[in-house]
């Protein structure tokens, strides 16, 4: 019976001073868990309206205060969702109709500020789940009920939200796509193309948009902590590329065109082979992600320097790093896309 009370002890041990998964095997507070899935379509999806309505019609002016991916120095980073700008106690709204209440849960069920309703959407015969957090869930839902356009998701909390460090912000709604487990945050770009006050999707993620035209490529990036009255131009934006057998990572500086538009030529490429410079040729694969910085290196808030600066394109992981030498020093597996020259 001792012996059984010390293994007990032993296990029980080992289950309660196991680090928080996400930082464990990690320095620098980088982390592998995925908590993103990234949307490589450009097409739209649906056009969706805003959650808040004025008169019945859609709000426009409502403003994205913290976009989705986007680095911050507070709560997540980057953001696991878009934040909007609204009151306590106004209602929200489904922003699509076809759907179906997936999961709910009031905050007596979770965190004051984690009430929530995720809503299943059967658009065109295409399954996606939107969440909408944050707020107070309509009484009158429950699993499996019917959900259109007009009908009201809950409200933001009426109760006093805290102000401590950690959750310093005010009330707002926070609105993401998910994937079917509500584990991974997916853009909400797709359903707002059709929208110009939204700046056409590109309002909702920190980065959009991305086409290759040739061999360049071409992505929308930038920062806003109310969009509809500012949008802010990154600090700078990374591409890392390899090409496989011919060149190891090395970094570009994309180039800052119009309306928050970077871009950047494979077709420009050189690597050197038998000690002379080799132009890239047609055929050859070139792997390839980008790094936003939002911040200038050294930038501090609250006489704390702000050391996670940067989100990725594609997105994967909660707190990727920055460059190769990081991502193999931390031993987490570089997410990318690849390019062919033509």
């Known amino acids: 019976m001792k012996r059984l009370r010390t293994i007990l002890l032993l296990l029980s041990l080992a289950i309660f001073c196991v680090p928080y998964p996400a930082y464990a095997n990690h320095s620098g507070g980088y982390s592998d868990t995925v908590k993103f899935e990234e949307e490589y379509s450009t097409e739209e999806f649906a056009k969706a309206e805003s959650p808040r309505r004025v008169n019945g019609a859609s709000d426009w002016t409502l403003g994205v205060t913290s976009k989705g991916q986007q680095v911050r120095t507070t ?17 929200v709204y489904s922003i699509m109709g076809g759907g179906t209440v997936y999961d709910i849960a009031s905050k007596s069920q979770v965190d004051i500020q984690l009430g929530y309703v995720t809503v299943k959407y059967n658009v065109k015969g295409k399954i996606y789940y939107i969440s909408y957090l944050h707020i107070t869930p309509d009484s009158s839902l429950k699993k499996g009920d019917s959900i ?4 009201p998701i809950g ?8 102000t401590d460090d950690k959750k310093g912000y005010p009330p707002h709604l926070h609105m993401h796509r998910v994937d079917e487990k509500r584990v991974k945050s997916i853009k909400l770009y797709n359903f707002y193309i059709w929208q110009a006050k939204w700046n056409y999707g590109n309002d909702l993620d920190y980065f959009t948009n991305p086409s290759t035209t040739g061999n360049t490529f071409s992505i929308t990036g930038y920062s806003c902590n109310n969009c509809v009255s500012s949008r802010d131009k990154l600090n700078n934006v990374d591409i890392w590329y390899q090409v496989p057998g011919k060149l190891g990572w090395t970094k570009g500086a994309m180039t800052f065109t119009s309306n928050n538009r970077y871009t950047f030529d494979f077709g420009s490429i050189k690597y050197k082979e038998n000690g002379v410079n080799v132009s890239i040729a047609k055929g050859m694969n070139v792997q390839f992600y980008v790094v936003g910085y939002r911040y200038k290196p050294g930038y501090k808030e609250k006489n704390k320097v702000i050391v996670y600066r940067h989100s990725l394109w594609p997105q994967k992981y909660e707190h990727a790093p920055d460059t190769p030498a990081i991502f193999q020093k931390e031993k987490i597996t570089i997410e990318y896309r690849t390019h062919t020259i033509k």
């Open 75 to 91: 709560g997540t980073r980057p953001h696991w969702g878009t934040d909007f700008g609204m009151s306590l106690g106004q209602t």
């Open 155 to 162: 409200t933001i909390h009426k109760d006093p939200w805290p």
């Open 148 to 151: 259109t356009v007009s009908d």
